[in-house]
């Protein structure tokens, strides 16, 4: 019997105090609204189905390909150098 998979609440439209959206704080040239576009056009449902499930909940597969190819879009190879990035930005 697999375990249900349950991720994290991930929502990039959630609003907060100030600035009211944290979508007000990226330029809109910026490359990383290149990244979020064409990673929600594509079909992870396979990268989806091979999580396991059980245990406590993990971070939705689409955000980290997206952090991830981001981070590799600006020569960040290393995972603490991106956890560190992740932290400050």
Known sequence: MKAKVVFKTYNQSQLSLLPPSYDDLVPVNH??????????????????????????????PRMLLKVIIYAYLRNMYSSRKIEQALLEN
């Open 31 to 60: 490359p990383v609204r290149i990244v979020n576009t064409i990673i929600d056009q594509i079909d992870i449902a396979d990268l989806e189905r091979s999580y396991k499930g059980g245990g406590t909940s993990s971070y939705h």
